[in-house]
């Protein structure tokens, strides 16, 4: 295994975990949401961040393919991963 797969396995994992715990708040957040009116703020960032992650997850999942696969699209894909994670910086990046 390479050191880019390596890398590669770790963006990979570190998106699939973020997403599963925001899709878990976000199940929570609609099970609360009658109770608690202030979730509701909420709403739509945690649907945002979700929404990234996941995007995130499925890039580099297909990134991570493409390099133990050593096909032609690895560096597609892999650039398709670094904008991603680029995307997520900016849109974290403080104001």
């Known amino acids: 295994m390479t050191p880019l797969a390596v890398l590669t396995g770790i963006i990979m994992g570190s998106a699939v975990t973020i997403s599963i715990g925001l899709a878990m708040v976000l199940v929570v957040f609609l099970t609360m949401a009658g109770d608690y009116p202030a979730l509701a703020r909420e709403y739509a960032s945690l649907l945002t961040s ?34 991603t994670i680029g995307i997520l910086a900016l849109h974290y990046w403080p104001k």
Do not use: H, K, M, N
Request: net charge positive; proline share 0%; hydrophobic share 60%.
């Open 50 to 83: 979700f929404g990234l992650f996941l995007a995130l997850s499925f890039v580099s999942a297909y990134a991570f393919l493409g390099v133990l696969r050593e096909t032609r699209w690895r560096w597609y894909a892999q650039a398709a991963t670094w904008l």
